[in-house]
């Protein structure tokens, strides 16, 4: 079975400094995507970023950057110049290459906290 | 953001009452799904539809059934609602007419069941 695994329940970090959450998954797929999404208090999800698992090239969205290692089955996400508004719960989510890319599975979440 | 409304934000329903939730998308997009989100579990899928009246089960679709007779709206419906289906439901569409396009999200329905 495909899973996805947040190891870091709750984080915090200081403004302006960077932060890095981690992700590991579990397939034995050979394309796939990932992505990252962020949920603040609003409760609406958000995506932040997307990897294509063929792509060696990380993703990266302004602020946010991606460790792709695949041999490793990892895909941390890394926050830079951390700001308020980051504070949400971040999901990091797993879809087989070929399906739907709605059909995703995700890990339980990271909590992160951004401290003035 | 993407054009998606749920409907109702909220909702307090007794067990064993059926309960209907409604997404409603002016996007045009052909992929339509229904999560739930719980703590401690993330979000999980309980059913997605590839086009109207196309349907498809997804992990966690125990005593729910959805339907979809136009493209633009997504109903999944709690037979009769018990307290574990306490939860927050999302529908989400793809961001596009190909299979391979980012989800976007809804604002959700927060469903308890007491």
């Known amino acids: 079975a495909q899973t996805v695994t947040q190891s870091q329940p709750e984080m915090s970090v200081q403004e302006a400094e960077t932060v890095t959450l981690s992700c590991t998954y579990d397939?034995?797929?050979?394309?796939?995507?990932l992505f990252w999404y962020k949920q603040p208090p609003s409760r609406q999800m958000i995506l932040v970023i997307r990897?294509?698992?063929?792509?060696?090239q990380n993703a990266t969205e302004n602020r946010f950057s991606v460790n792709f290692q695949k041999a490793a089955k990892s895909f941390s996400l890394k926050i830079s110049d951390s700001q308020l508004g980051d504070t949400a719960m971040y999901f990091c989510?797993?879809?087989?290459?070929?399906?739907?890319?709605?059909?995703?599975?995700f890990g339980k979440g990271t909590k992160l906290s951004v401290k003035p | 953001d993407a054009g998606i409304t749920q409907s109702p934000r909220h909702k307090v329903t007794e067990t064993g009452t059926p309960v209907t939730l409604r997404c409603h998308q002016t996007e045009n997009h052909r992929y339509m799904y229904w999560y739930r989100q719980d703590p401690g579990h993330g979000l999980r899928l309980i059913h997605y539809?590839?086009?109207?009246?196309?349907?498809d089960k997804g992990e966690v679709s125990d005593g729910y059934s959805v339907s979809r007779s136009k493209t633009e709206d997504f109903l999944l419906t709690l037979e009769s609602a018990t307290s574990s289906q306490t939860s927050v439901y999302f529908c989400a569409i793809s961001g596009g007419q190909g299979k391979n396009s980012p989800l976007h999200f809804g604002n959700g329905t927060r469903l308890t069941v007491t």
């Open positions: 990897q294509e698992a063929y792509k060696q």
């Open positions: 989510a797993f879809s087989p290459h070929g399906g739907s890319q709605g059909n995703l599975i």
């Open positions: 539809s590839y086009g109207v009246k196309d349907t």
């Open positions: 397939t034995s797929e050979n394309n796939y995507y």
